[in-house]
């Protein structure tokens, strides 16, 4: 995904406008692997091989996903294992 689109997507649950974090893109300005977050409802949506994870929670595995937040250093909330929320800052 290019980045400058990756910069206009909006949280799917609210269209808050969503913060993006760059872990890994390409020569070509693909964005590879990063993280989305939505400061208004605390979703995260992970971009991973360059596609971002932005199904409904329900469609969602979490214990696939936690492996590469855990390599990024993202805290997901692990207490509620059908929500995707960050962990509340302590
Ligand atoms: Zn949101």
């Not at 990063?34 to 949506?45: A, D, E, H, S, V």
């Amino acid at each position: 995904m290019k980045l400058a689109l990756a910069e206009k997507l909006c949280c799917p649950v609210d269209k808050h406008a969503l913060n993006l974090k760059i872990f890994r893109t390409d020569s070509e300005d693909n964005l590879i692997e990063g993280i989305f977050t939505c400061p208004l409802c605390r979703r995260y949506y992970p971009v991973v091989y360059g596609v971002p994870v932005m199904t409904p929670d329900e469609y969602r595995e979490k214990t696939l996903e936690e492996p590469m937040l855990l390599k990024w250093g993202v805290q997901p909330d692990l207490e509620n294992p059908t929500r995707f929320l960050l962990k509340e800052k302590e």
